[in-house]
């Protein structure tokens, strides 16, 4: 079992900046794939970034250039930098892990309003 827990969301002036941050405990494996999502109201979960283990990083398009995703192996923590924030990027944003083919449950997640 894997518990994610999501920090760091709070409410932001469109072209301001967040760190999010993901801590993820249980049964962890060195090789492993953290990813972010998010959900917006009314709106299906979508990927916006993903680390591999050796630090290799993709991002969805929306994100690119705006975002940072980095993790601490020793921490098994997840970082989501998200820099000129928009207000579409208003969203529930959610970590979780695949490992050995399979993925975490989702935690709660944390929420992020991009607004002035």
């Known amino acids: 079992q894997v518990q994610l827990v999501e920090s760091g969301g709070g409410l932001v002036q469109p072209g301001g900046s967040l760190r999010l941050s993901c801590a993820a405990s249980g049964s962890i494996f060195s090789a492993n794939v953290m990813c972010w999502y998010r959900q917006g109201t009314g709106k299906e979960r979508e990927l916006v970034a993903s680390?591999?283990?050796?630090?290799?990083?993709t991002y969805a398009d929306f994100v690119k250039g705006r975002f940072t995703i980095s993790r601490d192996n020793a921490k098994n923590t997840v970082y989501l930098q998200m820099n000129s924030l928009k207000p579409e990027d208003t969203a529930v944003y959610y970590c979780?892990?695949?490992?050995?083919?399979?993925?975490?449950?989702w935690g709660q997640g944390t929420q992020v309003t991009v607004s002035s």
């Open positions: 979780n892990v695949l490992q050995r083919g399979s993925f975490a449950s």
């Open positions: 680390i591999t283990s050796g630090g290799r990083t």
